[in-house]
């Protein structure tokens, strides 16, 4: 023991060397990477005062919390804290409308049509062996790096993204399900109250580990990466949060009945009204998945607030960059559609939002359209650390300063091979692999009812959003063999 002890004092030039000790003296894995992080390189030394940065995803998220005005009503008091304390994002929207792309291309900086990566069956380091990690670039630059929960798709998780990466406990479910009578929709299309504590569910431990994290000391800079899982299906959470909201005040979304009539026929195949919105309808359960989605967002923020209050209460507080969003955004009957999956509105905006000190003014609000592509390059730029090229997004870090600076640039987000939507701050503009389109004026139709697309006094709106369409369409990256 006394050597492991004194192995870890140890000045060294040469993390290998370092690690190669390590591993003599049968050190566990994150000892060996809590060695090598605590003894920087000489290319990473005297970089300790960069800011730390605490990584904050949730799952599946729309717009349904009180800052963003999704959903009047819903609960979300930490989000609302968190947001006030920076810049919150109000036009922010996914590359991909699919966990697996749209994380793959948050981390790697890769638009889905550079990759192949289209959706979450295909592997995407495969795709893109060559490509340097956001991570992987915190950790080459002297950061320690920790992670747990859902950074990337979960089953294609890279622990060589990470020095430590915490292992995320599942959360119970009930013995007979689905407790929502749906059987059409695949095991996870259930939702339901569920009688544990809090403590039992897989993102209130994981919210414990990160306050742990954040109670020890740290000789260097940290980058701490935190994905929770919820709200993604299913909605099974402890029921006092389905008490926060009486099935008898749910509002459901507005819906058009006949709203898929004037869109091509592959956007409607992507509503397929016919499965889950129809399941829904006939087993009377849209109050109840309204209210399961509501309940599900007020846990996760209930476990963000245990976060953030062990921030508030370490010495990290004035020196660390926060920086939340989601993969995407949720259908809830929305166009006749459930789920994600789609080029729509509700399933590509989400929440974003940046708390940089120093920088970014408390409680502003950008309404400029921004990219989740656009985060790598914003937090090398914000911790001061080398430019990458081949970077396909955009630092945000002069609408961090200003946010009504000019910005014009739209949103390009891409579900499956030559389909893509073009977002601007008033139009949104959709092309199909088939050449159909779609185009929705958010001026005069936030609801996205009335298709433009065919009437000759808009042919000049979609030339000029037409130019952001990417000139790469890359054929499919190979699925995942079982």
Same mark, same amino acid.
């Given at each position: 023991m006394f050597f492991k002890s004194q192995l870890l004092k140890l000045p060294q030039s040469s993390a290998a060397l370092l690690m190669a000790a390590c591993v003599i003296f049968g050190f566990s894995s994150e000892? &060996?990477?809590?060695?090598?992080?605590?003894?920087?390189?000489?290319?990473?030394?005297?970089? &300790?005062?960069?800011?730390?940065?605490?990584?904050?995803?949730?799952?599946?998220?729309n717009d349904w919390i009180e800052d963003l005005g999704g959903y009047p009503g819903v609960k979300t008091p930490n989000l609302n804290r968190l947001a006030r304390r920076g810049v919150l994002f109000t036009h922010s929207y996914c590359s991909?409308?699919?966990?697996?792309? *749209?994380?793959?291309?948050?981390? &790697?900086?890769?638009?889905? *049509?550079?990759?192949?990566?289209?959706?979450?069956?295909?592997?995407?380091?495969?795709?893109?062996?060559?490509?340097? &990690? $956001?991570?992987? @670039?915190?950790?080459?630059?002297?950061?320690?790096?920790?992670?747990?929960?859902?950074?990337? @798709?979960?089953?294609?998780? %890279?622990? %060589? *993204?990470?020095?430590?990466? @915490?292992?995320?406990?599942?959360?119970?479910v009930p013995e007979v399900r689905p407790l929502n009578g749906i059987t059409t929709g695949g095991q996870q299309f259930d939702w339901g109250?569920?009688?544990?504590?809090?403590?039992?569910?897989?993102?209130?431990?994981?919210?414990?580990?990160?306050?742990?994290?954040?109670?020890?000391?740290?000789?260097?800079?940290?980058?701490?990466?935190?994905?929770?899982?919820?709200?993604? #299906?299913?909605?099974?959470?402890?029921?006092?949060?389905?008490? $926060?909201?009486?099935?008898?005040?749910?509002?459901?979304?507005?819906?058009? %009945?006949?709203? #898929?009539?004037?869109?091509?026929?592959?956007?409607?195949?992507?509503?397929?009204?016919?499965?889950?919105?129809?399941?829904?309808?006939?087993?009377n359960n849209w109050e109840k998945a309204v209210q399961a989605y509501l309940a599900t967002i007020s846990f996760v923020d209930a476990c963000l607030g245990k976060l953030l209050d062990a921030l508030d209460q370490s010495p990290y507080a004035n020196n660390t960059i926060v920086i939340l969003w989601s993969d995407h955004g949720w259908h809830l009957g929305e166009k006749l559609h459930?789920?994600?999956?789609?080029?729509?509105?509700?399933?590509?905006?989400?929440?974003?939002?940046?708390?940089?000190?120093?920088?970014?003014?408390?409680?502003?609000?950008?309404?400029?359209?921004?990219?989740?592509?656009?985060?790598?390059?914003?937090?090398?730029?914000?911790?001061?650390?080398?430019?990458?090229?081949?970077?396909?997004?955009?630092?945000?870090?002069?609408?961090l300063k200003h946010p009504n600076a000019p910005w014009d640039r739209p949103v390009v987000t891409t579900h499956g091979r030559n389909n893509h939507a073009v977002r601007s701050e008033r139009w949104r503009y959709?092309?199909?692999?088939?050449?159909?389109?779609?185009?929705?004026? @958010?001026?005069?139709d936030p609801m996205e009812w009335t298709n433009l697309a065919d009437k000759s006094r808009f042919a000049s709106i979609k030339k000029k959003l037409a130019k952001w369409l990417p000139e790469t369409n890359a054929p499919d990256a190979p699925h995942q063999t079982r």
């Open positions: 000892q &060996t990477a809590q060695a090598a992080a605590d003894s920087p390189s000489k290319s990473t030394a005297g970089k &300790t005062n960069r800011p730390n940065v605490l990584f904050i995803a949730i799952d599946d998220l991909a409308p699919a966990c697996n792309p *749209s994380r793959a291309s948050l981390m &790697t900086g890769i638009r889905p *049509s550079t990759s192949g990566v289209y959706h979450n069956g295909q592997p995407w380091r495969p795709a893109m062996p060559n490509a340097v &990690t $956001l991570t992987q @670039h915190f950790m080459a630059n002297g950061y320690r790096v920790a992670g747990g929960g859902k950074i990337f @798709h979960m089953s294609l998780n %890279e622990p %060589e *993204s990470f020095h430590y990466y @915490h292992p995320y406990q599942p959360s119970p109250p569920i009688d544990v504590p809090d403590e039992a569910m897989g993102d209130w431990k994981l919210a414990q580990w990160g306050c742990n994290y954040l109670r020890q000391k740290h000789n260097q800079s940290f980058f701490l990466a935190v994905g929770f899982i919820k709200p993604h #299906l299913p909605w099974y959470v402890p029921r006092k949060y389905f008490d $926060l909201y009486p099935l008898s005040k749910i509002r459901l979304p507005a819906v058009k %009945e006949d709203d #898929l009539d004037d869109i091509p026929e592959i956007g409607q195949k992507i509503a397929n009204p016919q499965r889950d919105h129809k399941a829904v309808l006939e087993t459930w789920r994600k999956f789609a080029l729509w509105e509700e399933a590509t905006r989400m929440p974003f939002m940046i708390v940089a000190p120093g920088l970014a003014k408390p409680n502003s609000r950008c309404q400029r359209t921004v990219s989740l592509l656009d985060i790598y390059p914003t937090m090398i730029e914000l911790c001061g650390l080398p430019l990458k090229k081949n970077l396909e997004g955009k630092s945000l870090v002069p609408l959709i092309r199909y692999q088939d050449g159909s389109e779609e185009l929705y004026d @958010h001026k005069n």
